[in-house]
């Protein structure tokens, strides 16, 4: 039997452009929502690990396990993970429970494949966090957004209007931000 890890973590988030094709007065993209949690330290922070809107909002209601960071294509296996997370809340936390055998991808080597993992959360927190996320995800499907804010999640594209306050018509594609076939509503 190995050891068992209980961590204090925040949920955080990072969204970012993933794939784009503009022009002067158009910019199509395809936004991820990258983790930031500490506690926990993603081996490939850039790579193709992204955060399951639909997973987070089922891990609040009662939803016992599921894929909260998966990958970008939404099949878990494709980023190194194997496992579902399970969850367990009470009033004041909520906690991923997993083994690191099956979610390595996630941690630091150091750790032995057989710990298991505890990441709690505070709960209003956590919450809000989940819905912040939420309403930013719906704020970019309305568009249009600013080049400048565009400039802030990493577009380099030399065709954005180079004044930082023009607007920019916009499409984006939240399909890898969610396991649903339905966007959430906002709460």
């Known amino acids: 039997m190995g050891n068992h890890i209980i961590r204090d973590a925040i949920l955080g988030y990072e969204i970012v452009i993933d794939t784009a094709i503009a022009d002067e007065t158009f910019f199509d993209a395809t936004l991820i929502a990258q983790p930031r949690i500490t506690g926990m330290l993603p081996k490939h922070a850039d790579d193709a690990c992204i955060l399951d809107i639909t997973a987070l909002r089922k891990s609040l209601a009662d939803a ?14 494709d ?48 919450t809000a966090t989940v819905n912040s996320l939420l309403a930013d995800i719906h ?40 396991s649903g076939d339905v966007l959430p509503e906002l709460a």
């Open 139 to 178: 704020r970019w499907l309305a568009g249009p957004v600013t080049a400048g804010e565009l400039r802030r999640l990493g577009c380099i594209m030399g065709c954005l209007p180079p004044e930082d306050d023009t607007l920019v018509e916009t499409s984006f594609m939240p399909m890898n931000w969610f």
């Open 64 to 77: 016992e396990s599921g894929y909260p960071v998966t990958c970008t294509c939404g099949i878990p296996d």
């Open 79 to 126: 980023t190194g993970i194997h496992a579902p997370i399970h969850f367990s809340r009470d009033n004041d936390t909520i906690c991923w429970h997993f083994d690191m055998h099956d979610h390595r991808v996630l941690f630091e080597d150091s750790l032995s494949l057989d710990t298991s993992i505890t990441l709690r959360f505070d709960l209003a927190r956590y």
